[in-house]
């Protein structure tokens, strides 16, 4: 390892510029997602490849939108699943998770054990069954399938991340909200709420990020074209376009965009999710 | 009921509620089912025969759940093993101090934030035959003479969705280890090395060993999330050529909702689950011994 015996200045250039190096290699199919979107499909299949686009193109994304089966739709489709499935499981999860973090309660330990239980459990072990159940509900081809099922998963989630936020308010708080007049729901929604806001940033963009990137439940319980989501649509579209590869390289820059957008705006909660996430489980 | 309790099932039941309905009895509807004959024809019956371990022996004979067990085995041993050394890797570079450190660490979590069904797509563009770019990188550095047809053929179209596989969870092996090393007290390093380690020593005598239940909770978790990808295998590969792809998962899938032997599809999600259930009992050990609850 002579490397970290280089002294001061040189060492730090040397670290950074490797770094630099390592990240660009392995973000490359990203920086190739975005280029192919902008290529015409003659260039990506010109030979040898262009690195960056000889001129650049929005005639992909331009059919994407304004082309027949525009991409609007499933679009829409997908914010209103992940938006309604956000809600539910954080009107769901957020209480819970208090109430397991707050109070005493019998069975405690075995609910928190049931919730880790379900966050690890295939999504085929419940699909056949949620189908026969959802076929006898009425509820195939709308949209409250999907966003149940992906509140499912996101529930656990923001129970197992949100808990160890309320274990950690001092329980004298909810004392004195008590004295100015609050009782245990008005102190739980103007007092804690707001206290572990940084918990509930990382949990509501898990919720929203878990059911828009969903393609099974969706495509397993929607038969109906005009109600696919982005996911179940891209699915579909790929025996159509065959070959055009910017076409659906454009449609996986609308489906990447708002977790683009999620990432760069609230990385520091992302990353803190990944762990406490999967290390406290 | 004291107030207590009454106030903490009021905040807990709903969702608990929520997931035992959805969740809790699907499971039990599933083993039901598993030991029916249900298809398209019985599937409104109410009475449906009863069939106990028919379908399971029914799928062990037609041998091919067995070839499937296999490849998932091997689907997840080898995503695992590329991740996690490549995770490790970069766990040790990022831990090291200079300026960009945590925000390139930062960065390259994105991978594993990407929708599984673009990453599929995406590498199914770069791993393809006439242009795709990975093949052209490999030819460029003389490693391959002509393109690989990696989804033709049974042997590379399994390491080609083992690649895409690793590239989503590189991140998360990392980020997991690199919260684990970032705990080692640095004064251990020094008293080491005054005391004569050196650089490879320090790592098998400190790291390792303090590091023990990161990599234990991190193989073990990689295990179960990789066990069960769907996604992007049905994207990728459908499970073809010829079955070289398919998995616990979407060997499930395809008995269920291509050929509607819904009995079928339920007993194998369960032998899926019976796998699952075994590492995760090993896991709640571990993280019970840890602390946490």
Redesign the interface.
């Known amino acids: 390892?002579k490397v970290?015996r280089l002294s001061g200045r040189r060492r730090?250039i040397f670290?950074?510029v490797?770094?630099?190096i390592?990240?660009c290699i392995?973000?490359f199919?990203?920086y190739?997602?975005i280029i192919?979107s902008l290529k015409t499909n003659a260039e990506?299949?010109q030979?040898?490849?262009t690195l960056f686009p000889s001129q650049i193109q929005f005639t992909a994304y331009y059919d994407q939108l304004f082309g027949p089966n525009s991409i609007i739709g499933p679009f829409l489709n997908s914010l209103i699943i992940a938006t309604s499935s956000m809600i539910v499981s954080m009107l769901?999860?957020v209480?819970?998770a208090?109430?397991?973090a707050?109070?005493?309660?019998?069975g405690?330990?075995l609910?928190?054990?049931?919730?880790?239980?379900?966050q690890?459990?295939?999504?085929?072990?419940?699909?056949?069954?949620?189908?026969?159940?959802y076929k006898g509900l009425g509820f195939l081809n709308t949209f409250l399938a999907p966003i149940?099922?992906d509140?499912?998963i996101a529930?656990?989630f923001i129970?197992l991340i949100l808990r160890p936020y309320f274990l950690s308010l001092p329980k004298d708080l909810e004392d004195s909200a008590k004295i100015d007049g609050c009782n245990?729901f008005t102190a739980f929604v103007r007092i804690m709420l707001p206290l572990s806001y940084p918990g509930l940033i990382t949990a509501i963009s898990f919720a929203f990020?878990f059911a828009?990137?969903d393609?099974?439940y969706a495509m397993?319980f929607m038969n109906i074209a005009e109600m696919r989501p982005?996911?179940a649509g891209?699915?579909h579209f790929?025996d159509m376009y065959g070959?055009e590869?910017n076409k659906?390289?454009a449609y996986?820059m609308f489906?990447?965009a708002p977790?683009?957008i999620i990432?760069v705006f609230l990385?520091?909660y992302?990353?803190s999710g990944?762990?406490s996430g999967?290390?406290?489980? | 009921m004291d107030r207590e309790q009454y106030y903490g099932y009021l905040f807990v039941l709903p969702a608990l509620m929520f997931m035992l309905i959805l969740i809790g009895y699907p499971i039990i509807y599933n083993i039901i089912i598993s030991m029916q004959k249900v298809d398209v024809m019985t599937i409104r019956d109410a009475n449906r025969q009863f069939v106990g371990f028919g379908n399971y022996i029914d799928l062990f004979k037609d041998g091919l759940v067995i070839y499937v067990i296999k490849n998932t085995l091997f689907f997840t041993v080898s995503s695992i093993v590329i991740q996690f050394v490549i995770g490790f890797a970069l766990a040790l570079f990022f831990n090291i101090k200079f300026r960009l450190a945590e925000r390139l660490r930062g960065l390259i979590v994105i991978s594993w934030m990407v929708p599984v069904t673009v990453t599929a797509l995406l590498f199914k563009f770069m791993l393809s035959p006439s242009n795709g770019i990975i093949n052209d990188i490999l030819i460029f550095f003389n490693i391959i003479e002509k393109p690989i047809g990696w989804f033709i053929q049974e042997k590379t179209a399994m390491w080609g969705v083992i690649i895409a596989n690793a590239w989503i969870g590189i991140p998360f092996n990392m980020i997991l280890l690199n919260t684990g090393l970032s705990t080692i007290p640095y004064e251990l390093y020094e008293s080491a090395s005054i005391d004569g380690a050196n650089v490879f020593k320090r790592f098998i005598y400190i790291t390792i060993p303090m590091l023990r239940p990161a990599i234990l909770s991190v193989l073990i978790l990689g295990f179960i999330y990789t066990f069960k990808v769907f996604d992007l295998i049905y994207v990728m590969t459908s499970g073809g050529p010829v079955n070289a792809t398919e998995l616990l998962s979407t060997y499930s899938y395809r008995l269920s909702f291509t050929i509607y032997n819904f009995s079928q599809g339920a007993a194998v999600a369960n032998i899926l689950f019976a796998f699952l259930f075994v590492v995760s009992l090993g896991y709640l050990a571990l993280i019970n011994k840890d602390e946490v609850m």
Not at chain 1, 111 to 118: A, G, W, Y
Not at chain 1, 120 to 133: K, S
Not at chain 1, 278 to 281: A, D, L, P, W, Y
Request: glycine letters at 6%; aromatic letters at 14%.
């Open positions: 390892m970290l730090s670290l950074n490797t770094a630099i390592i990240s392995f973000l199919p990203l190739w997602l192919s990506i299949f030979s040898p490849q769901l999860g209480p819970a208090y109430g397991l707050r109070f005493k309660i019998k405690g330990k609910f928190i054990l049931t919730f880790l239980i379900t690890m459990l295939p999504a085929t072990l419940v699909l056949t069954p949620l189908f026969l159940i149940f099922s509140s499912t529930i656990p129970v245990t990020l828009w990137n393609l099974i397993t982005l996911t891209i699915y790929m070959t590869w659906i390289m996986g489906l990447v977790v683009i990432f990385q520091k992302i990353v990944l762990i999967s290390v406290k489980g």
